[in-house]
């Protein structure tokens, strides 16, 4: 396969691009209060300056969740609570206190829960009295009214704690912000865990959309079967790729019959028909949890069991990024380009070097926490690409002395 290391320049660009449309299209990191935040176990922020999104609840009368971090003197830290426009939830509106260094040391408004050090004031921060204006999440297509939204200026060097509770002994779901500069990162599996998320507190979990599931499964399947690389060969080079090169009807053999003219669509396309199919179901249909397994690996299994080709398909690399750009948008696509592109400079072997991509995936899932599903999918895809990988596997890795 000489003709990857065309693709991995290409792969790289595509990282590029994955790297820069979650920059415009969210302008936060955001993470999920999967665990109960608590006063003795607050939510630790090593960047008030990052724009950091929580997705929290207040689950309890009771319930005191304690976001903490470290500041300067003069240091501006933009602070924002908005709440999900769900049933119930008009009237919401959570207490934000800040307490720290240097602020004052005046009536103590804290609930029975928190207790203030000897150095620390409390500067409340109530919600606003006028009604509030709604605020829409582009991304997410969700809605939210605004709460409490102030930029404090740090009196002091030390540890800030942030608490938000209600005085009412109300529950209900609300969202952090903390921090206006944008970096890329949060939850891998934020769309997965935002559909259980939208819904009132207490309400059973929504269910897992079956129907849903063999649909977005078949579709991704035969959008995945689609041999792009076949016909653009015989479209543009007017010749049958599997003549060429190891006989694999992928997107190298593409190129190497029709050069860049049929190779880049060729691979575009591949990546396409996995990217879409996930990330209509994710997105669009709400298809989260479990569910995902086998709609991300359906165009996997389809571009490498084509029965367009009687079950002879392609190698599928260029679709697992696809794939993984619907499941984690840039995160997984970046670690594979990145990954591969050091192996094929290093390595002569590129069979090894194609499975390295999708093993260096893996140990950054395992790295970042990742839930279930997405490790279940990976462990399915690394799985086909080692089956369709597995002649030129024989061939032990070959490293570049120059």
């Not at 176990?41 to 309890?60: C, F, G, H, K, N």
């Not at 179901?281 to 996997?300: E, H, I, K, M, N």
């Not at 490498?304 to 599928?316: E, I, N």
């Amino acid at each position: 396969m000489l003709c990857l290391r065309h693709w991995a320049r290409i792969a790289t660009w595509a990282v590029v691009i994955c790297l820069l449309l979650p920059a415009v299209v969210m302008a936060h990191q955001p993470f999920f209060e999967d665990t109960d935040i608590t006063p003795d176990q607050p939510w630790r922020i090593d960047d008030p300056s990052i724009s950091t999104a929580v997705y929290a609840t207040l689950e309890s009368p009771h319930d005191v969740d304690v976001f903490a971090f470290d500041g300067r003197t003069g240091q501006a830290v933009y602070l924002l609570i908005v709440i999900p426009q769900l049933p119930g939830q008009e009237d919401f509106a959570p207490m934000v206190a800040l307490l720290g260094p240097g602020l004052p040391m005046g009536e103590n408004i804290l609930p029975a829960a928190m207790s203030l050090a000897e150095d620390e004031g409390v500067e409340e921060i109530p919600p606003p009295e006028e009604p509030p204006s709604t605020f829409f999440e582009p991304f997410t297509r969700t809605h939210y009214w605004e709460r409490q939204e102030r930029t404090v200026r740090l009196p002091a060097d030390g540890g800030y704690r942030i608490v938000v509770w209600h005085p009412g002994g109300r529950v209900g779901r609300y969202v952090f912000t903390i921090g206006q500069v944008e970096r890329i990162g949060g939850d891998l599996a934020f769309v997965a865990k935002l559909r259980r998320y939208w819904t009132p507190v207490g309400s059973p979990p929504p269910g897992l959309p079956v129907g849903a599931v063999v649909l977005w499964t078949v579709l991704g399947f035969l959008s995945g079967s689609l041999p792009f690389s076949v016909w653009l060969g015989r479209l543009v080079a007017r010749a049958d790729i599997r003549r060429y090169g190891d006989g694999n009807p992928g997107a190298t053999n593409a190129w190497r019959a029709g050069g860049w003219r049929a190779g880049v669509p060729a691979l575009l396309m591949d990546y396409l028909k996995g990217a879409i199919p996930v990330a209509l179901a994710r997105f669009g249909a709400g298809v989260d949890g479990w569910g995902v397994v086998p709609v991300a690996l359906a165009p996997v299994v389809g571009h490498a069991f084509s029965p367009f080709l009687r079950l002879r398909g392609g190698k599928a690399i260029a679709v697992t990024f696809g794939v993984w750009s619907g499941l984690t948008l840039w995160a997984g696509p970046t670690v594979m380009g990145l990954a591969l592109t050091l192996a094929l400079a290093v390595n002569r072997t590129d069979a090894w070097s194609a499975v390295s991509g999708v093993a260096a995936l893996g140990a950054y899932l395992l790295l970042s926490n990742a839930p279930g599903p997405l490790l279940t999918v990976w462990v399915g895809n690394l799985a086909l690409v080692l089956w369709k990988h597995r002649r030129d596997l024989r061939t032990p890795p070959r490293l570049r002395i120059r």
